[in-house]
């Protein structure tokens, strides 16, 4: 059964500091990995999708990164500010016939303070 | 491009009555998920639906069902309502869901928060 784990559960940080999120997860056949951020009584909003066979993915000042052998990935956010405060959780797809399922991990509650 | 459209977006109902809850996805795309999310367990995964057809269903009872029209609309049906079954409720759409992951990025809408009293 696959299981995925955020670490740290919260972190709260000032605006300007470069940031590490860690996710790991048990079983390494996955298809991808995909991460989200939540704001409160919110829906989720897709920030990267890393392909099985990809290593790292780019998106402004989000980056990324899939050891699949290990069963982690890493979000590096850049320049936090304060609009980055929100809950970031990381999701599994693994391969097979598991259709459409995601698996989440518990999520990170990030704070910026200006 | 319209995003996934979640209908109601809040919903009050009794213990023991029923609710159905409304997802449109992303315009071309076929697959639907649906999840729960709480406070305790996090967010689950409830079924899976692709041209019309249940591929996949998490650990639910069998109170938890779903549906999926010709145009990929979807909906999902609570029946007997638990005070348990309080959460915020996502529907996802992906192009595909298809095989080796390909069209798999999974769009979320915004919820239905239910509350059962």
């Known amino acids: 059964k696959q299981e995925v784990t955020q670490i740290p559960a919260a972190l709260s940080v000032p605006e300007g500091e470069n940031l590490v999120l860690n996710c790991s997860f048990t079983d390494s056949a996955i298809y991808n990995l995909q991460w989200f951020r939540q704001d409160p009584g919110k829906g989720l909003t897709s920030l990267l999708l890393i392909q099985s066979s990809q290593r790292e993915q780019t998106s402004g000042r989000l980056n990324a990164s899939l050891d699949k052998s290990s069963g982690r990935s890493t979000l590096y956010i850049a320049a936090s500010q304060p609009g980055d405060s929100a809950t970031y959780l990381c999701?599994?797809?693994?391969?097979?016939?598991?259709?459409?399922?995601?698996?989440f991990g518990q999520g990170t509650i990030l704070t910026v303070h200006p | 491009k319209a995003g996934v459209t979640q209908t109601p977006r809040y919903l009050i109902k009794t213990r023991g009555q029923q609710v159905t809850l409304s997802c449109s996805p992303i315009s071309g795309h076929r697959s639907v998920s649906w999840y729960q999310q709480t406070p305790g367990q996090g967010l689950q995964f409830l079924f899976e639906y692709f041209s019309e057809t249940q591929r996949n269903k998490g650990n639910f009872p069998g109170r938890f069902s779903g549906r999926q029209f010709s145009n990929s609309r979807s909906e999902m049906n609570v029946s007997t309502l638990e005070l348990g079954d309080s959460a915020l409720y996502l529907c996802a759409s992906s192009l595909a869901a298809g095989a080796y992951g390909w069209g798999t990025e999974a769009f979320f809408g915004q919820g239905t928060r239910l509350t059962v009293v």
């Open positions: 999701a599994v797809m693994v391969g097979g016939t598991s259709y459409g399922k995601l698996t």
